[in-house]
Nanobody
């Protein structure tokens, strides 16, 4: 059983920064694409970023390019999301997720991820 636990959320002023962390259990973490998604109140959950198992391939949704950075530490079974220049529209619950197949392709589709964390709240004040 894989468990994903996010941390690092909180309240920040517009223009500020936060670093989210996701700790994963299991010995095969390094074999999976990991993704970050977010869900704002009244909206559907959406893709934010994904990183390949080696970290060599990274995808972002357009709205966070140049502001967010996804990274991973396979030795520590962790994936990170550094969020800079935060805007009020970035406020959401942020979830990390594991791709459903090992060595799978990069994906922004929620259905391609099978394990999800409980989420961490990010609030951005204007």
């Amino acid at each position: 059983q894989v468990q994903l636990v996010e941390s690092g959320g909180g309240l920040v002023q517009s223009g500020g920064s936060l670093r989210l962390s996701c700790a994963a259990s299991g010995r095969t973490f390094s074999s999976y694409v990991m993704g970050w998604f977010r869900q704002a109140p009244g909206k559907e959950r959406e893709f934010v970023a994904a990183i390949s198992w080696s970290g060599a391939n990274i995808h972002y949704t357009d709205s966070v390019k140049g502001r967010f950075t996804i990274s991973r530490d396979n030795a520590k079974n962790r994936v990170f999301l550094q969020m800079n220049s935060l805007k009020p529209e970035d406020a959401a619950v942020y979830y990390c997720a594991r791709r459903s197949v090992s060595y799978g392709s990069m994906s922004s589709r929620q259905s391609d991820y099978d394990y999800w964390g409980q989420g961490t709240q990010v609030t951005v004040s204007s």
